[in-house]
């Protein structure tokens, strides 16, 4: 139960991570460009 828990809460972190990082990169370049 607990592996498949965290296999779980993994699987729904990783694309939520990089999701993540993604929209910082995008927002400190926007942030950079106008400034």
């Known amino acids: ?5 965290a296999s779980a809460t993994l699987r ?3 694309p939520a991570a990089a999701l993540a990082l993604a929209s910082a990169i ?7 460009r106008r400034r």
Do not use: K, Q
């Open 1 to 5: 139960p607990e592996s498949l828990a």
């Open 12 to 14: 729904w972190a990783a």
């Open 26 to 32: 995008v927002v400190g370049r926007a942030l950079r």
